[in-house]
């Protein structure tokens, strides 16, 4: 326990981002962490001569009293205390500010429905803090709750999967868990059919990267299970975390360097809109 000793909430007063104060909530009594919640509302961007003066500071400052009396109420709910900050600008930017300012360890965000349309995350603040921040980063969806009980960590074998790997046996110890650890062969049947070669390489590297991951786990006593899966990586993690009944999915993150990526399309990107559960996006120590 003590991982996140500073713990950020990001609120907007959606369903899933009261789910995701509620699970942040949770969270910090377990690692026993100062936890603050930040509401960012819009820049106004309306005529100031039409509304006039004297009305912008209502027109700004009503919506943030409303989030804070509503993140406040809910903590008072769970019997937490709270810090708050309410904000206006470009809500991931102040995301990201506010929790380098604070030296906060984690941001929390609520992921919205499992319809099409809210899956796509690109060019969300979901996406783009995790794109711009150095700090780990929990997506919570809505209707779940964060369980170690069994987690699943996907790798690759790069150094930002090491971090995640770290993390999770690390949680897995403290909490009692097992791990379930997943390589995925990024091939398609034609791919195979043509280069089978190739594809057998492919998976003996998988088969090496897990190797690894359970030679860790089994050094700390955490009992573990390792696949390997073919096909495309964010459906396969997304599979086995509903196969095995993931409490969440720890995942590493390229971050700033890999923004671009991010915002195209990638796995954790799809993972995070498709996951049951929520999803630990680790990023590698700076």
Not at 132 to 139: F, G, I, S, Y
Not at 219 to 239: C, D, F, H, M, N
Request: hydrophobic share 40%; aromatic share 4%; net charge positive.
């Amino acid at each position: 326990m003590g991982r996140y000793r500073k713990i950020l909430v990001a609120f907007d007063g959606s369903l899933s981002s009261k789910n995701a104060l509620k699970q942040a909530i949770r969270l910090s009594r377990e690692e026993r962490s100062w936890l603050k919640v930040l509401a960012v509302v819009p820049d106004y961007e309306g005529d100031l001569e039409l509304i006039g003066v004297s009305n912008i500071k209502a027109l700004i400052e009503g919506p943030k009293e409303k989030l804070i009396s509503e993140a406040k109420e809910i903590a008072d709910k769970e019997g937490a205390t709270i810090i708050t900050n309410a904000d206006q600008g470009e809500a991931y930017e102040r995301i990201v500010e506010v929790a380098d300012a604070e030296n906060c360890d984690l941001i929390v965000m609520g992921r919205r429905g499992i319809h099409r349309v809210e899956r796509m995350l690109m060019g969300s603040v979901t996406a783009r803090v995790i794109g711009h921040t150095k700090r780990d980063v929990l997506v919570v969806p809505r209707d779940t709750t964060i369980g170690w009980r069994y987690i699943l960590l996907a790798t690759d074998g790069s150094a930002y999967s090491e971090a995640a790997t770290e993390h999770a046996i690390n949680f897995a110890g403290s909490y009692g868990g097992e791990m379930v650890a997943v390589s995925i062969v990024d091939v398609t049947d034609e791919f195979y059919t043509q280069a089978p070669q190739m594809v057998e390489e492919m998976i003996e590297r998988s088969k090496g990267i897990l190797k690894g991951v359970r030679g860790k786990a089994e050094a700390s006593k955490i009992k573990i299970e390792t696949l390997v899966r073919e096909g495309e990586p964010y459906q396969k993690i997304v599979e086995v975390a509903k196969e095995k009944k993931a409490g969440v999915i720890f995942m590493g993150s390229h971050g700033r360097k890999g923004i671009k990526k991010l915002l195209m399309g990638s796995v954790t990107e799809k993972v995070i809109g498709h996951a049951p559960c929520p999803v630990l996006v680790v990023k590698k120590a700076q």
